[in-house]
């Protein structure tokens, strides 16, 4: 089944009317929505999903790494390497804000390279090693699609002097059922 933006805007809930016919609240509440999904589709099963809500012409970084891809199918590729390689053990969100042009999100995840890190270019870790990330994203959407998204990975060993974070108290820690350990 071909997944259409269509589709993706009728299960979200989201006015798919341009930015110019919006209140400055209703194009905020959407792309907070929009980004919300993206993030809860960004997952082996769904993750055709997460890329419908890219315009076409996408800018997707993560500057750490030295990655910049301007290609939807390239992103979408990009991801199911990170699935190959990375099992997402649990995130946390610690905080999420938007404009009407841009959605910022701050939080923390763990997860265990399960995979060829080599799928995943400059991700400095050997199979086996369990990481923590902090994983800060800045959208910048238009009309309801995001047009640029850059994810600054902040990569470290779990439990190494690195990695610490000021953590809130009672977090609410999204836990991913166990995937595969090897694919």
């Given at each position: ?37 993206h993030f809860h589709t960004e997952n082996p099963e ?53 404009t009407e042009h841009s959605v910022f999100d701050d ?46 990975e902040v990569w470290r060993e779990l439990g190494s ?23």
């Open positions: 089944m071909t997944i259409t933006r269509n589709d993706v805007f009728a299960e979200i809930g989201v006015d798919l009317r341009p930015d110019s016919e919006l209140t400055r609240e209703q194009i905020i509440a959407r792309n907070l929505k929009v980004v919300d999904f769904e993750v055709e999903k997460a890329v419908a809500v890219y315009a076409d012409d996408i800018t997707w970084e993560a500057p750490a790494r030295g990655v910049v891809m301007k290609d939807p199918k390239e992103v979408l590729d990009a991801y199911r390497n990170i699935f190959s390689t990375l099992s997402y053990r649990k995130t946390l969100k610690l905080r999420r804000f938007g939080q923390l995840a763990h997860a265990h390279v399960v995979g060829d890190p080599a799928l995943m270019p400059n991700l400095p870790y050997t199979k086996g090693t369990e990481l923590c990330a902090r994983l800060v994203h800045c959208f910048e959407l238009r009309d309801g699609l995001i047009t640029r998204e850059v994810a600054y002097a690195r990695a610490h974070d000021d953590i809130p108290d009672n977090p609410q820690w999204e836990i991913f059922d166990e995937l595969p350990e090897t694919h």
